[in-house]
Nanobody, 133 residues
């Protein structure tokens, strides 16, 4: 059973950098065929996809956030992390990490995303982050 656990500060001041870590157990973040994603849900709004890092370390980001988002990984700790710089109150949300896999064997991640050939299978419980002075 794969488990994902988010950790990080619950309160961040405006203009600072939000940093969260997702610790994975029960499966390797370098295992072929899987990618690791960050999403968030602001209060009263729908789930928003932020970005992900694939099994080979390639990153994909929401184009609207690309200038101030970074996702990285520490394979020795089986963790991947999110950094969101220059945050504002509208970045207040529950942040969750999740695993996804390709539903068609042998295709590239780029093709999987173009053709929606992927599914999410494991999620962290989420962590509340509030941006406020």
């Amino acid at each position: 059973q794969v488990r994902l656990q988010e950790s990080g500060p619950g309160l961040v001041k405006p203009s600072q950098t939000l940093s969260l870590t997702c610790t994975v157990s029960g499966g390797s973040i370098t295992a072929s065929g899987y990618a690791w994603s960050w999403v968030r849900q602001p209060p009263g709004k729908d789930l928003e996809w932020l970005g992900l890092i694939t099994d080979d370390g390639t990153t994909y980001y929401d184009p609207d956030l690309e200038s101030h988002i970074s996702i990285s990984r520490d394979t020795s700790k089986n963790q991947f992390s999110l950094q969101l710089s220059s945050v504002a109150p509208e970045d207040t949300a529950v942040y969750r990490c999740a695993r996804l896999y390709r539903t068609v064997a042998g295709i590239s991640w780029a093709r999987a995303f173009r053709e929606d050939s992927y599914e999410y299978d494991f999620w962290g419980l989420g962590t509340q982050v509030t941006v406020s002075s």
